[in-house]
């Protein structure tokens, strides 16, 4: 049986690619040094891939930003105010559009599905001119072919592209990029005709939009796609790709009688009802490309239940048309456990990264063939057994107090107003009271006092002094500026997952498992492998010292249940909620320590809430239910008198409004001043809200700093639609990444802009 491999980590190891990249922007290398720190990136993969075994190499996975702007450059679609004059797209025009230039901002970048990794937005029109302008997918080929490694060349699929895509700037908003479909295929057709003539006997063509609940107009659109490439497709395999979730038994049709197709790929980790598809029906003939190995995670196969599902599909399929293969690209997950010095091997043994995965999925193909690797399938036995029975994943006293939760209400009793109105007769607001979102610029101290605490190089003293200094500083800043609700500006948070997971029984952390968000970016997921419990509060300390400072309430900080979980890799051993629930519990008992040590004000962050939403709509209310069912659960406990916060970052909430409402926080902040103020569109709907809330009134992306009038002008449009005494005034978010000499007259304008409101009004 052959194995084949979705795509592979782009960054390294080590984020090598990270490095050249940035290093390339800042002048301090050359275009040639970036390029052959990606060439040896490249053939790395491919030759370990090659070594493992895998029959079926992808090539083109590799990016300099993106795949999808990579489809952009190979269809010469960019936008015009990039002032490209045609030709091969190089470094200039590709990264422009990625990263913006001295003169123009970026493309739009948005999350790639339901994964952390973001991708630049095509923006196209009716006058998008389509022309074949990077041939990068063919130089890869070539690249690898040269180094004797047959390769699948990767390509995103036209009517994915287009789905993706939106209509450019001045475009009208009606204008749908499908209608482009005719256009971009002779481009399409270009770059097969091209990969044929170096050799390339198999094309990948990505098609994951096909997961999505699409309408039947859209199905048409797949069908016709490939049935007009067909007649390019002669004396070459086509294999269309799809990850992240089952099909609709209408999308698994149109999948399977795509033209001049011969193999499909899909998802049998997240697609839980993909195997039921296949056995309603596969054409005879065909490739399956089954993905049993999770893309998106970071935990071993088990590899017995594989062989078991490998084995169904073998007599459905037939022997020589299974391929087993990953359930979607591998840059979803980390890249090597080798890197991994400081994990203990109990828990290393749990574990497999992109190159173990490449591993797992050799031993598989051979296991298939009555070759099986018994050491390997035992150890993987062992490994499994020890994780079921292990103390340090069960915890049955967190087992118990989490099982009972599902189903009950968890509601504090006093409704919003009234509790409202039991804050304010303690706190003494004034109205439009201002506040900020929790961070404040972290500097090159704070992160060297922190490190060297962590490498023992100072002492404990010697840290809290440090962090008492600033958190100090912080606190007089904002009397200074007059500020009514104070944060103490987290200087002793790296980040603000990670900083609760290293507190919490259940988490582990690696050295080196970056997956890459956007561009160069990458995040360090968190493990979680155990029952989540607090062995000891984890920010009263800090909460507690801020508020001795002042006579001003001081808000309590903490990063809320579905965050912590959306933001980690997840046990795979019990389903989300229940690990959700149980953070939840955790988190629960910090905040009803932190009213007990007189915090009167406690914001908990749910910035990932709303992107965890499942991709198929059938899935959203369950999703939405358990998620918010958790965050009350932190919180059901407290006085009508504490008031509880929360930031949600930016999240698109029109369409999940009355769940946002079903959280029952006091006040919600919000990320908006960059979506032209789409969000307030729901209030205007006439949505009934009677909580407190917080849309920021300035963009802390940029180090821009905004004026009185503009922030008192973005304030009245607020009141049009929101109520005077629930309106509160803050920035977008954190302030953790700008500057002090930015942030001080942004807060300054801040609150002359409410002060200067609270006499007109
Ligand atoms: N409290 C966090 C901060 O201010 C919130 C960050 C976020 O929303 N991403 O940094
Ligand atoms: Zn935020």
């Excluded at 005709?193 to 990505?206: H, I, N, Y």
């Excluded at 988190?587 to 499942?614: S, T, W, Y």
């Amino acid at each position: 049986m052959a194995s084949h491999v979705v795509g592979y980590p782009r960054m390294g190891p080590k984020r090598e690619l990270k490095f050249a990249l940035e290093s390339f922007w800042d002048g301090k290398s050359s275009a040639a040094d970036l390029e052959k720190v990606a060439a040896d990136l490249r053939s790395n993969i491919w030759k370990q891939m090659a070594g493992v075994g895998i029959k079926y190499i992808p090539s083109n996975t590799f990016s300099y930003y993106d795949q999808v702007l990579d489809t952009t450059a190979l269809l010469g679609a960019v936008p015009q105010r990039y002032g490209w004059i045609g030709g091969e797209i190089g470094f200039d025009t590709y990264f422009s559009m990625a990263r913006g230039n001295a003169t123009l901002p970026a493309m739009e970048m948005t999350k790639w599905f339901d994964t952390n990794y973001h991708f630049i937005v095509p923006e196209l029109g009716p006058e998008t001119a389509f022309k074949y302008s990077s041939h990068k997918a063919v130089s890869e080929y070539s690249e690898a072919k040269a180094l004797g490694i047959e390769t699948i060349p990767v390509i995103v699929g036209p009517v994915s592209y287009l789905l993706l895509s939106k209509p450019g700037k001045g475009v009208p908003k009606s204008f749908s990029p499908l209608s482009l479909l005719a256009r971009i295929l002779p481009v399409y057709k270009q770059v097969i005709a091209e990969l044929k003539a170096a050799g390339a006997s198999w094309v990948q063509f990505d098609e994951p939009t096909l997961i999505k609940d699409l309408e039947s107009h859209e199905y048409a659109v797949f069908t016709k796609a490939y049935a007009e490439l067909e007649s390019s497709f002669a004396g070459l395999n086509v294999l269309v790709e799809t990850y992240f979730a089952d099909l609709t038994p209408a999308a698994y049709k149109t999948l399977t009688t795509l033209k001049g197709v011969s193999g499909y790929g899909l998802d049998m980790v997240r697609g839980s009802k993909t195997i039921d598809l296949i056995k309603s029906g596969f054409p005879a003939g065909k490739y399956l490309f089954a993905g049993v190995v999770d893309g998106r995670n970071i935990w071993a196969n088990d590899l017995t239940a594989s062989v078991t599902t490998l084995s169904v599909l073998q007599d459905i399929v037939g022997k020589d048309k299974l391929v087993v293969s990953t359930s979607c690209s591998l840059m979803h997950t980390a890249v090597d456990l080798i890197n991994e010095t400081k994990l203990d091997d109990e828990i290393k043994s749990w574990l497999a990264f992109a190159a173990q995965k490449i591993v797992e999925l050799n031993a598989l193909a051979k296991a298939m063939i009555g070759q099986k690797d018994e050491r390997f399938f035992k150890a993987n036995v062992a490994a499994f057994t020890s994780r079921k029975s292990s103390p340090r994943v069960t915890n049955p006293a967190v087992q118990q107090a989490a099982a009972s939760l599902r189903g009950s209400e968890h509601r504090r009793v006093t409704d919003v107003s009234a509790r409202l109105d039991a804050q304010q007769t303690k706190l003494n607001l004034p109205i439009l009271p201002t506040t900020t979102i929790g961070s404040f610029p972290q500097t090159v101290e704070l992160r060297r006092a922190r490190r060297e605490y962590k490498a023992k190089k100072i002492t404990e003293d010697a840290y809290i002094a440090a962090m008492r200094e600033e958190i100090s500083k912080v606190v007089k800043l904002q009397e200074e500026l007059d500020i009514d609700v104070l944060v103490h500006g987290e200087p002793e948070r790296n980040d603000m997952v990670e900083y609760f997971g290293e507190q919490l029984s259940g988490f582990a952390f690696s050295a080196n498992g970056w997956v890459q968000s956007y561009g160069s970016r990458c995040v360090k997921p968190p493990i979680i492998y155990g029952d989540v419990s607090r062995p000891k509060p984890m920010t009263v300390f800090w909460s507690s010292m801020a508020q001795s400072m002042t006579a001003r309430p001081m808000k309590g900080m903490l990063t809320g249940p579905v965050t912590i979980l959306n933001w980690s890799f997840v046990r795979n051993d019990q389903p989300r909620f229940q690990t959700c629930y149980q953070i939840a519990l955790a988190m629960k008992k910090e905040v009803e320590d932190l009213e007990a040590a007189g915090i009167n004000v406690i914001q908990i962050d749910e910035a990932a809430l709303r992107e965890g939403c499942p991709l198929r709509k059938s899935e959203v209310p369950f999703y939405l239910d358990w998620a918010v069912h958790s965050f009350r659960i932190t919180n059901c406990g407290v006085k009508d008198t504490t008031q509880i916060h929360t930031h949600m970052c930016y999240s698109n909430f029109n369409d999940i409004i009355h769940s946002i409402i079903n959280m029952d926080a006091d006040v919600i902040t919000i990320e908006n001043s960059r979506s032209d103020e789409k969000l307030l569109s729901v209030f205007r709907e006439g949505v009934k809200y009677g909580a407190g809330i917080g849309p920021g009134v300035y963009d802390i992306h940029s180090p821009r700093i905004p004026t009185t009038e503009e922030i008192y002008d973005r304030i009245t449009k607020m009141l049009a639609v929101l109520e005077t005494n629930i309106l509160w005034v803050n920035p977008d978010c954190g302030l953790k990444t700008r500057k002090y000499t930015e942030v001080k007259p942004a807060l300054t304008n801040m609150v002359s802009a409410a002060k200067k409101l609270r006499i007109e009004l």
